[in-house]
């Protein structure tokens, strides 16, 4: 009797909720850390990168507008949905970073737990990052804090999991939508993970999946109009300088490569307060008189 | 004689004395706690925008000059940002006071040399100035409580660049966190309002501020450029129109400096019909005429719902006719002089277009001075989204009208900008007035007032109005290495 023959994944890009092809048609070859084949991922084209940025804007109006009680939960679910597919992620990690299986598996249920930290902080972050503002005169004046926007994110090269769900998780949190792009040489657990993504309730544009050469999707990205925010983390100091140079058109918030970052360390809300802007209203507040209470 | 209305409520002239200002006939660079020439000799004067006279020359800094600033700022950061936070808020504390002292003085010298209205130099700049002080004093020895770690760190040197329009406000929104959070700063003034810089140096020296924490250099735009290039830079702030701050964001793109940029805007100010109309008149008036509307936040589109348009109009022209436009020394001048003849032809020029492409233009009737840059108080009624002056930052007092008709209508024009910086919403209905704010992209909303600003209070853009926020426990993450 013949061994039975496994059933190989054709991995896809992840744009508006759907899972396309590239446009271009293109795909490329991912290997393991020994250089055998992995499997075919898309080559995501700039039509892609545009496409996928006109996703994640028409998303973001509603997951922005969601409340952060129900954007919390969403995170969560993520978690749950990963911790039942532990075993392929730690497989994928462990084939395409050339891990142990149980460095594999360490990195895999880091990245849950991560989901799990920034769930928590969906209704924290606005009591920690605004506040009232004691201005002289008779004015209510509020500092809140509100998503950039469209966030590109170029995922690191390095840890393709945890540092993915790294960058990507403290952007959406506060309700950014973002097009990502996943660690060029080891594409394949983002594009699972927008399989997650899928099944976890955030709603379609709000995460955006492109795997493909990092400096032919990040020089659209970078210069697109309708971008507010590009993390550089996955770029070299070259790229990042020219994407940086890019993103000066229109102002994008730019959040440049720390080389030597440490996944596993405490990441703080720094990722989350670069991706948000500070709002401030101010009202009268009139006046009752004089008198008022003793108490 | 017998008196008719209109004489019996004019007002006599009722100038504020000039002679509570020095001003020198030349000005140095402040570097390294000394006024020096700079290295190539190189001057420009400086003028009052209301007639025209020369006020001073002052030294155009090159280069080397900047680079000896620089090397300056080095030099004394090291002690700085050793000092004690309560030693280095104590020095904050007394600049503030010397502020407060010699506020008449530095009142007059900023109408002087800027053309605004007295009444706004006393009442507005030099009092929120002494505050921005006041209130990053008392930031200085509780940095490790203010939501960034518990031993927070200065970056090095600040590299600022501010505009013309507050000069000495902008200089305190810059140097105020800068030196609470331990940075030393250069700092260059706008070409055209150098003074009041040059005496914040004289502050310094009165407050006994160790040599080189803060540096002027004057000059043109060369020398912000030469400023935010130079290598020895680590923190560049802005304030100032956005296709400089595009230059400067992509200047220092690849290098290490942390950078905040405050720039354009194009303010809507939008008026609901069950709105109190008086105030919302004085709001829109505050809200274009205030400083001549050289004034990034300033609410330069009025979003006037239908039904009220006809009537709102009538008011807000019956308020215009009584603006006192002219010479910005008397006490009882609105709206003072245009900041130069630069920005007075763009200004003539926006408007022209505005004309040009079918908007119906309308200014009350009012004398203007033979000398000096002036601009009548202007509005443009018919505007729609398509036409320049409701796309682009005029930068003066003219005001564009637009209508709606639905809250999602208004919603939807006040945010077809790439600008983000300001809003107003006038409405008696509080929901609306929340549901309105949310929507909003701008990073700062008045709801039934327009223009109010307060040290502690975050100010700031979304979109190509820049990043960063100034003012409040949000000002200093410009300033520390977070």
């Known amino acids: 009797m013949s061994e039975r023959l496994a059933v190989l994944k054709t991995y896809k890009l992840f744009i508006g909720g759907t899972f396309p092809r590239s446009e271009s048609g293109r795909v490329y070859q991912v290997t393991d850390a020994k250089g055998g084949w992995l499997a075919n991922a898309p080559l995501a084209s700039r039509k892609d990168a545009r496409d996928a940025v006109v996703a994640a804007r028409k998303a973001f109006g509603g997951w922005s507008g969601a409340t952060a009680y129900l954007r919390g939960q969403v995170l969560y679910r993520v978690a749950e949905m990963l911790e039942g597919r532990r075993g392929q992620f730690t497989a994928e990690v462990a084939a395409g970073s050339g891990l142990s299986k149980a460095k594999a598996a360490a990195e895999v249920d880091a990245a849950i737990d991560r989901w799990v930290w920034y769930a928590g902080w969906s209704d924290k972050v606005a009591q920690v990052a605004g506040g009232a503002n004691p201005v002289a005169g008779p004015y209510f004046n509020l500092s809140t804090p509100e998503p950039t926007g469209v966030v590109a994110v170029l995922a690191p090269r390095e840890s393709a999991f945890l540092g993915l769900v790294s960058v990507l998780a403290p952007a959406i949190v506060t309700g950014n939508t973002v097009v990502l792009v996943a660690s060029e040489s080891a594409p394949l657990p983002a594009l699972s993970l927008a399989e997650v993504l899928a099944t976890s309730d955030v709603p379609g544009g709000v995460v955006n999946v492109l795997s493909g050469r990092a400096a032919e999707l990040g020089a659209p990205l970078a210069a697109h109009r309708d971008v507010n925010a590009i993390d550089l983390s996955g770029a070299d100091a070259e790229l990042a300088r020219e994407l940086e140079v890019a993103a000066a058109d229109n102002l994008k918030r730019v959040l440049r490569p720390r080389p030597g970052t440490s996944w596993t360390a405490d990441p703080g809300p720094e990722r989350m307060l670069a991706l948000l802007e500070t709002k401030t209203v101010w009202h009268p507040t009139g006046s009752l008189g004089a008198s008022g209470s003793a108490y | ?482």
């Open chain 2, 1 to 482: 004689m017998a008196h008719d209305n209109a004489s019996a409520f004019t007002y006599a002239p009722a100038p504020e004395s000039r002679a509570v200002v020095d001003i020198a006939p030349s000005y140095g660079l402040f570097i390294d706690g000394e006024f020096r020439e700079a290295a190539g000799g190189k001057v420009f004067t400086t003028l009052s925008p209301a007639t025209e006279e020369v006020l001073s020359e002052v030294a155009q800094a090159e280069a080397e000059d900047v680079d000896a600033a620089v090397r300056a700022a080095r030099t004394a950061f090291p002690a700085w940002s050793a000092l004690p936070g309560a030693e280095r808020g104590k020095y904050l504390f007394r600049i503030a006071r010397i502020l407060q002292e010699r506020s008449r003085e530095l009142a007059v010298l900023e109408t002087l040399d800027n053309g605004k209205p007295i009444r706004e130099s006393r009442d507005a700049d030099l009092p929120l100035v002494a505050a921005h002080f006041f209130y990053y004093a008392g930031w200085a020895d509780k940095l490790a409580h203010a939501g960034f770690g518990p031993d927070p760190r200065p970056l090095g040197v600040a590299g600022q660049v501010i505009p013309w329009n507050f000069p000495l406000l902008m200089l305190a929104w810059k140097i105020a966190p800068a030196l609470a959070t331990g940075n030393t700063v250069v700092l260059k003034p706008a070409e055209t309002t150098p003074l009041s810089a040059l005496f914040f140096a004289d502050v310094c020296r009165q407050a006994g501020l160790p040599r080189g924490v803060v540096n002027i250099v004057t000059g043109d735009g060369s020398t912000g450029a030469a400023l935010v290039a130079h290598e020895g830079v680590d923190k560049v702030a802005f304030t100032g129109s956005t296709a400089v701050g595009r230059e400067i964001a992509r200047t220092v793109a690849g290098t290490r400096k942390k950078l905040t940029l405050e720039l354009g805007g194009k303010g809507a100010n939008i008026v609901f019909d069950d709105a109190p109309v008086d105030q919302a008149v004085e709001g829109i008036v505050s809200g274009i005429f205030f400083n001549q509307g050289q004034v990034c936040c300033a609410g330069s589109r009025l979003l006037v719902q239908e039904s009220l348009h006809d009537e709102l109009l009538d008011a807000l022209k019956r308020r215009l006719t009584t603006l006192r436009v002219g010479d910005p020394l008397d006490k009882n001048t609105d709206v003072g002089a245009i900041n130069s003849a630069e920005q007075l032809a763009r200004i003539t020029a926006l408007a022209r277009t505005g004309e040009a492409e079918g908007a119906e233009r309308w200014s009350p009737a009012c004398e203007l001075p033979d000398s000096g840059y002036w601009f009548a108080p202007t509005l443009f009624t018919g505007v729609t989204q398509a036409h320049t002056i409701a796309r682009d930052e005029i930068f003066g007092p003219v005001l564009s009208v637009l209508t709606f008709r639905t809250p999602d209508e208004a919603v939807a024009k006040a945010n077809n900008t790439p600008y983000g910086l300001s809003a107003g919403i006038w409405t008696e209905k509080g929901s609306r007035i929340l549901a309105m704010a949310a929507r909003l992209r701008a990073g700062v909303v008045w709801a039934n007032t327009f223009n109010k600003f307060d040290p502690t209070s975050p100010f700031g853009g979304y979109k190509e109005s820049g990043f960063g926020r100034e003012g409040g426990r949000h000002g200093l993450e410009a300033y520390l290495d977070v």
